[in-house]
């Protein structure tokens, strides 16, 4: 956890019941739990969570409008793996190494290599997972699905 993480995680950590003025309790996945009137609060990664699962995949702009959490505590939790933009998405996080396409996390496998043969075993923990499939353009994308049929139909 760096400390640009922990400032934006601190600050939204729900510690009082807004029902009651009880004080609440961790329940794991961003939720808490008021053990007196048992009313739960969420803080920034558990509303993120609960919007997911509500509205399916969505742009982290379009989540940070609706949720009125900023996009930089978005990118923090993409770039610390607790969120993941998932395969098939148009827009993907960039490595900060060499910019590729990434799902999550800072750098790219290779980078990520590279950079812990440079200063042993620092960087793992920030080693984030490639799309399988990188975004192109709509054309493109036919063309590959062409390709894969013709592939398939050979056979
Ligand atoms: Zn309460
Ligand atoms: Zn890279």
Do not use: W
Not at 13 to 41: A, M, Q, S, W
Not at 85 to 90: A, L, Q, T, Y
Not at 132 to 141: C, E, F, I
Request: charged letters at 30%; a positive charge.
């Amino acid at each position: 956890m760096d400390n640009e993480f922990q400032k934006f995680f601190l600050e939204s950590v729900p510690v009082i019941c807004r029902k009651c003025g009880g004080k609440l309790f961790y329940e794991g996945n961003g939720t808490y739990k008021c053990h007196d009137c048992g009313e739960t609060e969420m803080d920034d990664f558990g509303k993120i969570k609960q919007y997911l699962e509500k509205n399916g995949v969505t742009p982290a702009v379009q989540i940070a409008e609706d949720t009125g959490i900023s996009i930089n505590v978005i990118n923090v939790f993409l770039r610390d793996g607790r969120l993941e933009i998932p395969e098939g998405s148009k827009i993907y996080i960039k490595c900060e190494r060499c910019g590729c396409a990434l799902r999550f996390g800072r750098y790219c496998a290779d980078c990520t290599k590279q950079l812990a043969g440079e200063i042993k075993g620092a960087y793992y923990e920030n080693m984030g997972q490639q799309p399988k499939v990188l975004p192109q353009s709509k054309d493109a994308g036919k063309m590959h699905s062409l390709e894969n049929l013709k592939r398939r139909n050979r056979k």
